[in-house]
């Protein structure tokens, strides 16, 4: 199958692979447990609390987990007051969702690129028919149906490999995007812990204002 497909059978292949490694890579990675663990959050407030939040445990916040490195982050700018803390947070933030979506875009190329091949392999299969009925006419059965045949072997293959590629991009994005809330939920939750009672006092004072 495909050797009757053609040469273009091989650049299809080779995207089909391609992609299956970074969907199984992803699956791996974005695991919500991996990314922002639920109990993270109430873990650290219980080393402050107890006074248990050294070095050493903020290195291993920093490294444990994605979620880990913005808390950190916001822990080491808490004194420093609100804003700041705010501003190292999210610039901590945009490294990881930008790390969260590597390899997505390769995957939307592949998505594209492959039903394109299987395009151009219909085009040069037809092709192929056409130049065989104009040498030969349409006595030739076998040489007819093998450039139907590579036509229609492209296009499927490129659109087998496309939709299901094209599905997890989505699917990899949408849980980018529920794992990214689900962080600025936490994070906007230790800012409070830190200076609630100091924003509600600056509200206050403006509105006396």
């Known amino acids: 199958m495909i050797k009757s497909g053609g040469w273009l059978m091989l650049p299809i292949l080779l995207c089909s692979v391609l992609a299956l490694a970074i969907i199984l890579e992803r699956f791996w990675t974005l695991r919500p447990s991996k990314i922002a663990p639920k109990n993270l959050l109430s873990e650290v ?15 291993e916040l920093r490294t444990k987990t994605p979620l880990g490195r913005i808390l950190a982050a916001g822990l080491s700018n808490s004194k420093y007051g609100r804003d700041i803390m705010k501003e190292s947070i999210q610039e901590v933030a945009s490294h990881v969702i930008h790390e969260m979506e590597r390899y997505l875009n390769t995957l939307g190329t592949i998505a594209l690129i492959t039903p394109l091949l299987g395009l151009l392999g219909t085009v040069i299969g037809m092709i192929k028919v056409f130049t065989a ?10 040489v007819l149906a093998g450039g139907i045949s590579e036509a229609l072997i492209t296009t499927a293959a490129g659109l087998s490999v496309a939709i299901p590629t094209l ?13 990214v809330v689900d962080m600025e939920q936490e994070a906007v939750k230790l800012v409070d812990v830190f200076h609630g009672d100091r924003g509600k006092e600056d509200n206050a004072t403006k509105r006396g204002e």
């Open 133 to 142: 009925i104009m040498i030969q006419g349409t006595g030739n059965a076998s």
């Open 167 to 179: 599905i997890f991009h989505r699917v990899f994005q949408r849980r980018i995007d529920e794992l």
């Open 45 to 59: 407030w219980g080393w402050i609390r107890s006074n248990q939040l050294s070095a050493e445990r903020m290195k």
